[in-house]
């Protein structure tokens, strides 16, 4: 019980002190539990471990084949608990100041080509059985690429963010943080035409005594707002009619195209983390990367010699 008051009283200060999204507070909690259970079943507690007991929690997750990528994860989670725990007097040091993860590959994010996603773009904007688009679908898909918002930061946008025809939105990404981003032309016009029906929907609610949603993208679930999981199902969907594999195709493959295709184009690294939300210019370093590894293939694709 004392360890979950202590996890408890962490998530809280994340929640309050920086302002930590509810799945990343999910996320640490699931870590922090699992080296709760560790401790415990070697008689010791988050108050009264030592750096010997945190490196048998990390060789355990080694035994079990955990990728490094999860050790680290789960390193740092404990780590912030341990610095915690100390600069609120629980404890009168941090075992985990000086430890450091295992190395961890980089692996380059999964990406689509111009031609890949004008081909769902397309897809998006096909009639719909014996009627017209998808109005909705379209303005989802142009926002997103032209934007490279987060998918969470997509469907939880509010309408007013959008009113007026704007050139720019504002949007409010991780640990509250808030960025300008500009819209395209095409994202400009599907989102006037989605307004449009879906403005009429909301009167039609608002007439019959319902309440009026203060979403862009309105939905009957807990949230209000359509959630990432439908929107994950929806895109997979319009995959298979845009010819395209469906593994390969995904909200976050639209946000990985966007920072690749603006830095094909020119763009600097600091405009593309200004507009990406990124916290550090270094996560967006990886998408240097990612253009290095093509010019590669198409060398030994292209090139005579190859």
Request: glycine content about 8%; some cysteine.
């Amino acid at each position: 019980m004392q360890d979950a008051h202590r996890i408890s009283g962490f998530l809280e200060a994340m929640r309050a002190e920086r302002g930590a999204a509810e799945n990343t507070i999910q996320a640490y909690a699931r870590d922090l539990v699992d080296y709760s259970s560790f401790l415990k079943r070697q008689a010791f507690t988050v108050d009264d471990a030592g750096r010997p007991e945190i490196e048998a929690y990390l060789a355990n997750l080694d035994d079990q084949g955990m990728a490094a990528s999860t050790r680290a994860r789960r390193l740092s989670s404990l780590r912030q608990l341990h610095r915690f725990l100390y600069e609120e007097g629980l404890r009168t040091d941090d075992p985990a100041q000086r430890m450091t993860g295992p190395p961890r590959g980089r692996k380059l994010p999964n990406t689509l080509s111009e031609a890949e996603v004008d081909a769902l773009l397309d897809a998006a904007r096909a009639p719909v059985g014996d009627g017209g688009p998808d109005l909705r679908l379209i303005c989802l898909m142009e926002v997103l690429y032209a934007t490279g918002m987060r998918v969470s930061e997509l469907v939880a946008l509010p309408v007013g963010a959008v009113r007026g025809d704007p050139r720019m939105i504002l949007v409010k990404g991780k640990g509250g943080r808030e960025r300008m981003t500009p819209l395209s032309a095409p994202a400009r016009d599907a989102l006037v035409d989605w307004l449009v029906v879906r403005d009429g929907i909301e009167n039609e609610k608002r007439q019959a005594g319902g309440s009026v949603s203060a979403f862009l993208f309105p939905a009957r679930g807990k949230s209000g707002y359509l959630s990432r999981i439908r929107f994950y199902q929806i895109i997979k969907e319009l995959s298979v009619k845009a010819g395209l594999d469906p593994a390969k195709v995904s909200p976050h493959t639209m946000r990985h195209a966007f920072a690749t295709h603006l830095l094909a184009n020119g763009a600097d690294l600091r405009s593309i983390q200004q507009l990406l939300g990124h916290a550090d210019v270094s996560t967006t370093e990886i998408y240097t990367h990612v253009q290095e590894e093509r010019l590669k293939q198409l060398v030994f694709q292209k090139h005579p010699l190859a």
